[in-house]
């Protein structure tokens, strides 16, 4: 086999290891191909620089960006690799600034999904997050953020089409229409969402955390959103947001302005 065929042949089946897996780290890669791990980190550079894999800040697990007909579990949602390019730096530089850790949220047609987050980041212990995880439009700080810039009538359409799901609709957390428009009434007055508590209890939702988000928009689009989290022992959300929602909205105005710049057509 020619070298460069042989190559090829290595690109593909690590990319199909990766569909097949989900996300995987180096060790992973080689104990699953059998590949050399030298190999294997030089085509994963290569990969990596034709955005065809990415590798994630918070569990530095690799993670194909591509889809396999009858191997890929999911597809990954578009847009994602531009908004993880213009989020990470500017979330960073935000934990780096202030302390706690950030997520940056994906908006899909039911949830909120999260792309990363910094909280390896953080100076703070902060529970791990889950790469790629769905949280709920209704419940989520970000996807509070997201519903705030949609009209009324926008909202509404949501609502009512996502309240028969009792797992992602607003039930969950004991809203109806009128309670959802008042609390998308007061993000849109402060200026940033917050974190729903769950109706009863609820081990997947309620947890030791808090968190504020504000909307990521490219093009005049709401695209997802990015939060900062803290402790509940911490502070009460007004004093955490009159801390550091100022800088939490300058890391969103950057990330919006880099999605700008790519913009094409409606689309990422």
Known sequence: MLKENRSLDRGIEILETLAREGAMSLADLHRATGLPKSTIRRLLQTLIARKIVRRSLADQLYRTLVVFPDISGEVMPKGMLHMADAAIPRALALTKAIGWPSDIHIREARAMRIIDNTRQASTFHV?????????????SAAGVACLAEMTDAEIAKTYEALKPDLHWGPVRFGMDLAALMKRIERVRR??????????????????????IA?????GGQVLGGLSVLWLRTYKPVEEF???HLPALQEAAAGINAALDEVWEGGAL
Not at 214 to 218: D, E, N, R, S, T
Request: glycine share 6%; net charge neutral; aromatic share 6%.
């Open 190 to 211: 402060l200026g940033y969402a917050e974190r729903s508590t769950a109706q009863i209890s609820d081990h997947d939702w309620d947890t030791d955390l808090r968190a």
């Open 127 to 139: 529970q791990r997050g889950q790469i790629n995880q769905r949280v709920s439009l209704f419940g």
């Open 241 to 243: 947001a009159a801390l």
């Open 214 to 218: 504000v909307p990521i928009k490219a």
